[in-house]
């Protein structure tokens, strides 16, 4: 059976990106997937520690060419100790900013140049849009 057709004056559906493409823009920033899907930027193109760490929905909730802050789930800095005296600091947690003083965080972590300025940009987008 197939479905009635749209009217001409109805509007257009809208068309969401795949989660796989908004994984994609946020690696063709240099950021790169490890297991489960989720997302590491530690400012030398790979993943080691200290990283950021970014994990996204597995929904389609961003629209083409809408707001990519819909799919963001969390956002975190790592200095792989947790458990070890060291550990990490969460900046985003479903889609909002958490930590609004995050540029003192810049300094305290050992964040690398291309590290800081990846985070600085994010952090950015989410606080001024």
């Known amino acids: 059976m197939s479905s009635p057709a749209r009217g001409a004056n109805a509007p257009p559906r809208p068309q969401y990106m795949l989660p796989t493409d908004v994984s994609l823009a946020f690696r063709d920033r240099g950021w790169r997937p490890r297991a489960g899907g989720e997302l590491y930027?530690?400012?030398?193109?790979?993943?080691?520690?200290?990283?950021?760490?970014?994990?996204?929905s597995s929904q389609s909730l961003v629209r083409v060419n809408g707001d990519i802050r819909m799919a963001v789930k969390m956002l975190a800095w790592s200095d792989g100790g947790q458990g070890r005296g060291?550990?990490?600091?969460?900046?985003?947690?479903?889609?909002?900013?958490?930590?609004?003083?995050?540029q003192n965080h810049i300094q305290n972590a050992r964040m690398n140049a291309s590290m800081a300025e990846e985070f600085a940009y994010i952090m950015d987008y989410f606080t001024a849009g």
């Open 86 to 102: 060291g550990g990490g600091i969460t900046f985003i947690a479903d889609g909002e900013v958490i930590r609004q003083q995050w």
């Open 41 to 56: 930027f530690d400012g030398l193109g790979g993943t080691n520690h200290p990283h950021l760490h970014l994990r996204l």
